[in-house]
Structures are given as C-alpha cells and as structure tokens.
C-alpha cells in the first residue's frame, strides 16, 4: 500500500521583535489563521495525520499545535531537532525511522529544506510558501525503504495565500464535471428513447 507524505512549511512568523533569536519567533496573527485553515482541509479531504513530525523552532511548533488541535492529534506530534535548518537527508533519516503501520505522515519544518525535500521527491519545481501544503502520494510499503531516490506524486497542493481562488476553481472544475454529466445522461436516456 502507498504512503502518503504530508509536507507542511511553518505558518507566516513575526519579525516585529527584532532582538528574537531566529528560533525563538512566534507565528503572526494571520500565520495561526493559515495553519487553521489547512488544518480544515486536512479534515475536509479526509488527511488527517496519524502522527505530525515537527521542527521544535517556535514557529513551526505553533503550526503543528494548531494542526494538532483541528485535527484532534494532540498526542502525536513528535519534535525532531534536525528539522530546524534540516535538509533532505535529515527528513529521509527520519521517515526511515517510523513503524510501517503508520500509512499517513506530515512534516512540518522550514524552507530551503523543505521545498527541496517536496522538489526531490516529486520532480517539478514548486514553491512552498508559508503555511503550503503538499499531499505526496509514495509507492512504498515500508518507511524504511524511503531514499533521495525516491520519488512521489504530487497528488494536492494548498497555498492560503490562494485558497480562495483554488477552492473557486475546484469549484467551477465540479460545477463543469456536473453538467457534463448531466448532459452525457440526457444523451443516454433520448438514445434509449429512440429506439
């Protein structure tokens, strides 16, 4: 059975106290509003981590929190310190380690690791702006198989910044769906008719 990655970039950060070490900058306002809102969609489409591998950087560990409590995970969320400035090699390293039962894994960590990690594993360059996230399907049936050589489908993306128009456009994309079915189903039944 495939598994599915979760890839997550930190919720927008605050800059407005300057003396702040980088790993000690809370999310803004608007970032806990973001992590919120893919929390819902992480309930809506029915992706629910079962467990949440998290940079301990404050501002990473207020977006796992708040995905957590969306999505009713409290307990699961596990700080890995690699993750903090981590590279593709530290998030291999630690999927490696997770039991195979587990089918649904989501990172949350920082860029320029990140990014790179979702760009390995799915081949195309795309960007992963605050708050993003990345559904990758991966055709393996064991953690420990994952490597810089594997590669996934990149089967959702979400950008809050963009939310309302993909939501709009998965939207219209229905409504079309829709109406072409009801169109194929009304050719079917004067077809029926005529004979």
């Known amino acids: 059975m495939?598994?599915?990655?979760?890839?997550m970039r930190h919720?927008?950060?605050?800059?407005?106290?300057?003396?702040?070490?980088d790993f000690q900058r809370p999310l803004k306002k608007r970032g806990a509003?973001?992590?919120?809102?893919?929390a819902?969609?992480?309930?809506?489409n029915e992706l629910i981590p079962e467990v949440i591998l998290s940079s301990p950087a404050l501002r990473a560990s207020q977006t796992a929190e708040i995905v957590a409590k969306v999505c009713n995970l409290e307990q699961k969320i596990t700080y890995v310190n690699s993750f903090y400035m981590g590279e593709i090699r530290e998030f291999i390293e630690q999927l490696q380690k997770l039991d195979d039962s587990l089918e649904r894994v989501m990172i949350i960590a920082h860029n320029p690791g990140l990014e790179a990690f979702m760009q390995t594993l799915d081949g195309k360059l795309e960007a992963l702006p605050t708050a993003a996230l990345?559904?990758?399907?991966?055709d393996l049936h064991h953690w420990s198989d994952i490597s810089k050589d594997t590669t996934g489908e990149l089967v959702g993306y979400w950008d809050p910044e963009n939310l309302e128009a993909q939501l709009k456009e998965q939207e219209m994309g229905k409504d079309k769906k829709?109406?072409?079915?009801?169109?194929?189903?009304?050719?079917?039944?004067?077809k029926k008719e005529k004979k």
């Open 40 to 44: 819902e969609i992480l309930r809506e």
């Open 134 to 138: 990345a559904y990758i399907s991966l």
């Open 178 to 190: 829709d109406k072409k079915d009801k169109k194929e189903k009304k050719e079917k039944k004067e």
């Open 2 to 7: 495939a598994k599915t990655l979760l890839l």
């Open 33 to 38: 509003i973001a992590a919120a809102e893919i």
């Open 11 to 21: 919720a927008k950060s605050s800059w407005s106290d300057k003396k702040l070490p």
